[in-house]
T-cell receptor, first 116, second 114 residues
Framework: GAVVSQHPSWVICKSGTSVKIECRSLDFQATTMFWYRQFPKQSLMLMATSNEGSKATYEQGVEKDKFLINHASLTLSTLTVTSAHPEDSSFYIC????????????FGPGTRLTVL | GESVGLHLPTLSVQEGDNSIINCAYSNSASDYFIWYKQESGKGPQFIIDIRSNMDKRQGQRVTVLLNKTVKHLSLQIAATQPGDSAVYFCAENILTGGGNKLTFGTGTQLKVEL
């Protein structure tokens, strides 16, 4: 149980284009979803927290107009990287929490974004 | 010159030995701690967790120890196997005004030598 999927698993795009990444909780309802970014050989850095039906809360230094997050249902959140640039190339990982028992986050497999 | 963040601490152990991975956390208000294993190109995988009202918790081949006095967490892996090779992260959970939030440690690369 508690499976989280991400799509696509990897994407290559040209500079200036936008890329959408989907995060789905497959067997539970996720009241809260989180988006992280991870650069090579570094730790996960929280970008934003989203609760179903409300606006995402962004961490300091993360541009909300560049990283658009939508959490339209209890099983789906999307992250859109707008006007991507090479410095946005990273491993993007989502996690989901059911809110029952509060704390446990279940992580997706990640999406490797490469911006040329 | 050397770039910050590109040198992950590494622990090398022989197959069959016990591994101990350490983590220092920052916030004394953290109430919940989790160890994750991350293999190359994959998302973090939950290993074991512990709440702040406990100082030890055991799972299958793994034990987590929590010392709140010095804000230190450790993960012990018994009889380390080649499949244990990965990067291990500790994470502390903090309840903020926006809800629960995880802060990850820098990670330790575990290499199991045959």
């Amino acid at each position: 149980g508690a499976v989280v999927s991400q799509h696509p698993s990897w994407v290559i795009c040209k500079s200036g284009t936008s890329v959408k990444i989907e995060c789905r909780s497959l067997d539970f309802q996720a009241t809260t979803m989180f988006w992280y970014r991870q650069f090579p050989k570094q730790s996960l850095m929280l970008m934003a927290t989203s609760n179903e039906g409300s606006k995402a809360t962004y961490e300091q230094g993360v541009e909300k107009d560049k990283f658009l997050i939508n959490h339209a249902s209890l099983t789906l959140s999307t992250l859109t990287v707008t006007s991507a640039h090479p410095e946005d190339s990273s491993f993007y990982i989502c996690s989901a929490s059911s809110g029952i028992g509060g704390d446990t986050q279940y992580f997706g497999p990640g999406t490797r974004l490469t911006v040329l | 010159g050397e770039s910050v963040g590109l040198h992950l601490p590494t622990l090398s152990v022989q197959e069959g030995d016990n591994s101990i991975i350490n983590c220092a956390y920052s916030n004394s208000a953290s109430d919940y701690f989790i160890w994750y294993k991350q293999e190359s190109g994959k998302g973090p995988q939950f290993i074991i967790d512990i709440r702040s009202n406990m100082d030890k918790r055991q799972g299958q081949r793994v034990t987590v120890l929590l010392n709140k006095t010095v804000k230190h967490l450790s993960l012990q892996i018994a009889a380390t196997q080649p499949g244990d090779s990965a990067v291990y992260f500790c994470a502390e959970n903090i309840l903020t005004g926006g809800g629960n939030k995880l802060t990850f440690g820098t990670g330790t690369q575990l290499k199991v030598e045959l």
